[in-house]
């Protein structure tokens, strides 16, 4: 079994609690359905938003969607002039047997736009 990251971004509408944790929890639904992931196989989450998102940690969603064992860091992005504003991330760390290809990597709202060759982009 191996470690393998998923990667997952969107955009938040508004810098305000329900916004930040609505997004994130949307977006750590459509991880968990595209690979099929297992709570117990997490090995953590690391969560990033733009400088412009700072009412809520985004992590909230996952402990409201019942992960209440699983490691969860949340941290600010680079400040990068000129890159996506609003931008959630996620990187779910996850013990699998799937091969690189066969990860899912999620992007939807305004952040298609950072990784719009990934197969998984939705």
Known sequence: ??????????????DTVEDIVSSAKDLLREMIEA????TEKVASVIFTTTSDLNAAFPAVAAR????TDVALLCCKEMDVPGSLPRCLRILVLYNTEKNPEEIVHVYTR????????LSGTR
């Open 110 to 117: 305004g952040a298609v736009e950072l990784r719009s060759d």
């Open 1 to 14: 079994m191996q470690c393998r990251g998923i990667r997952g971004a969107t955009t938040v509408g508004t």
């Open 35 to 38: 690979n099929g992931i297992q």
């Open 64 to 67: 409201q969607l019942g992960w």
